[in-house]
């Protein structure tokens, strides 16, 4: 399937036309990133992992794909994790580039192999615009405009396009994500998605999928709750509310969105959970 639209100009006038995102109505647009470039001219320490893997390492990018980073984050706060991810990320050489990632689809464990190169939110210097340059060399304070340019758009973690690792030097979840991607297709193929068949594919476990209108009995699944990490890993998602302008959500909760679930407590009559 090309999800580029038609007549779009090539890759940096086209748009990504992105699926699952609404309950109704056509596909939405998406510009395309503007540049690429490898993790080693990206980052100034590119490390794969900076102290293990954390749920507070995972920040969504410019995908809609909050369904995998659930998911992502839910693992990552599992027993485990860092034993569990390894599994996952099975080869990696950070001098040649190349990571091999498995991901479980269809029944079986499936190798996804990827470079570097990973898509930037800003254009390169010498793509710029002949005003924007202009702009910037006369607002510029050091001699070099194309290394200001790089240092203040395109350098670190912050300035990628899609998913991010909240430390600077961080590259396994923008990498893992590129390869879950590739794995489904391309980018715009996870933009929309469930918790549950992320869960799936990155632990080969099976989900179930609970709708609050179902439950039949709040005491048994609060203690199921009360095993999240150790026995079962839990995501959940919001519905689409009656006001689909109605960016605020309820009590935070955005529409349509999803999240993973950390942590369960019981604090005398009080029943608390903790979501990201």
């Not at 809609?64 to 991810?85: E, H, I, K, V």
């Not at 991901?103 to 570097?116: A, H, K, L, P």
Request: hydrophobic share 35%; with cysteine; proline share 4%.
């Amino acid at each position: 399937m090309n999800l580029y639209e038609e007549g779009g100009g090539g890759e940096r006038k086209g748009h990504l036309l992105l699926f699952g995102n609404g309950p109704e109505g056509p596909p939405r647009k998406a510009p395309l990133p503007p540049s690429v470039k490898r993790v080693g001219d990206i980052f100034d320490n590119p490390q794969f992992y900076v102290d293990g893997a954390s749920a507070k390492d995972v920040r969504q990018g410019g995908s809609g794909d909050c369904w995998f980073m659930s998911a992502l984050m839910a693992l990552c706060n599992s027993t485990g994790a860092d034993s569990l991810l390894e599994k996952v990320c099975v080869a990696r050489d950070q001098e040649v580039g190349v990571y091999g990632f498995v991901v479980f689809r269809d029944g079986e464990w499936e190798s996804v192999i990827i470079d570097d190169k990973l898509y930037l939110r800003k254009p390169d210097y010498d793509d710029l615009t002949e005003r924007v340059r202009k702009d910037w060399e006369a607002a510029k304070v050091r001699d070099n405009g194309a290394e200001d340019w790089r240092v203040e758009f395109q350098l670190n973690s912050g300035a990628l396009w899609f998913a991010q690792s909240t430390d600077e030097n961080e590259t396994w979840v923008p990498l893992l994500e590129k390869a879950y991607a590739k794995a489904h297709g391309d980018y715009g193929a996870i933009h929309g998605g469930n918790v549950g068949e992320a869960m799936e594919d990155l632990t080969g476990g099976i989900s179930v999928m609970i709708s609050t209108r179902d439950i039949l009995s709040k005491e048994r699944l609060w203690q199921d709750l009360l095993k999240v990490n150790t026995e079962y890993l839990f995501g959940c998602a919001s519905p689409v509310w009656d006001d689909i302008d109605d960016d605020g959500g309820k009590d935070g909760i955005q529409a349509n969105h999803a999240y993973s679930i950390l942590r369960a407590v019981q604090y005398k009559n009080e029943r608390l959970l903790l979501i990201k």
